[in-house]
T-cell receptor, first 114, second 112 residues
Framework: QKEVEQNSGPLSVPEGAIASLNCTYS??????FFWYRQYSGKSPELIMFIYSNGDKEDGRFTAQLNKASQYVSLLIRDSQPSDSATYLCAVSFISSGSARQLTFGSGTQLTVLP | NAGVTQTPKFQVLKTGQSMTLQCAQDMNHNSMYWYRQDPGMGLRLIYYSASEGTTDKGEVPNGYNVSRLNKREFSLRLESAAPSQTSVYFC???????????FGNGTRLTVT
């Protein structure tokens, strides 16, 4: 069973602060890592993906990957109330033969306080 | 460009009834997926289709069947609905397996 673990939160940060969201995964063979944002009652939206160790930045978002520690994180700088949502971590692994599927964590609920 | 379109948006069934959830994508993606989302359990893969003409079971396939009608369309059928199938169902697509998914707006299903 491939597992992806996230702290369910809720995580509260003040407006303008850095929000740090963390995710660990069980399969050392995983190669692709994704962060999705899901507003209440809406569908998940892809916001970041990372394939290589290190940091990847896109605007206020930074994804960090450490394959040796099987750890991926998402940093949100200058957090805004509009960032309040559930953030889902997803990891790609081989399910059968050569088929690659995504396994999702249960999500971390983030609240940015004005 | 509509992306991934799911119908219906809401559905209430009685135990034992059947229904089909429809999904279509216009992004020319090869792979399509059906997930269910339950509180505290995240998204769980029901079935997927890596490419037109193929379908495979995911993590929670029992009680469901799927059909990849063509490259655009991937339907999910509940033959005899049970209260345990009350959930939000998402269809998704990707250009290839293991790549980022594009989700439809979801179907909220209640089985009484």
């Amino acid at each position: 069973q491939k597992e992806v673990e996230q702290n369910s939160g809720p995580l509260s940060v003040p407006e303008g602060a850095i929000a740090s969201l963390n995710c660990t995964y069980s399969d050392r063979g995983s190669q692709s890592f994704f962060w999705y944002r899901q507003y209440s009652g809406k569908s998940p939206e892809l916001i970041m993906f990372i394939y290589s160790n290190g940091d990847k930045e896109d605007g206020r978002f930074t994804a960090q990957l450490n394959k040796a520690s099987q750890y991926v994180s998402l940093l949100i700088r200058d957090s805004q109330p509009s960032d309040s949502a559930t953030y889902l971590c997803a990891v790609s692994f081989i399910s059968s033969g050569s088929a690659r599927q995504l396994t999702f964590g249960s999500g971390t609920q983030l609240t940015v306080l004005p | 460009n509509a992306g991934v379109t799911q119908t219906p948006k809401f559905q209430v069934l009685k135990t034992g009834q059947s229904m089909t959830l429809q999904c279509a994508q216009d992004m020319n993606h090869n792979s399509m997926y059906w997930y269910r989302q339950d509180p505290g359990m995240g998204l769980r893969l029901i079935y997927y289709s890596a490419s037109e003409g193929t379908t495979d079971k995911g993590e929670v396939p029992n009680g469901y069947n799927v059909s990849r009608l063509n490259k655009r369309e991937f339907s999910l059928r509940l033959e005899s609905a049970a209260p345990s199938q009350t959930s939000v169902y998402f269809c998704a697509s990707s250009e290839a397996q293991g790549q980022g998914l594009h989700f439809g707006n979801g179907t909220r299903l209640t089985v009484t």
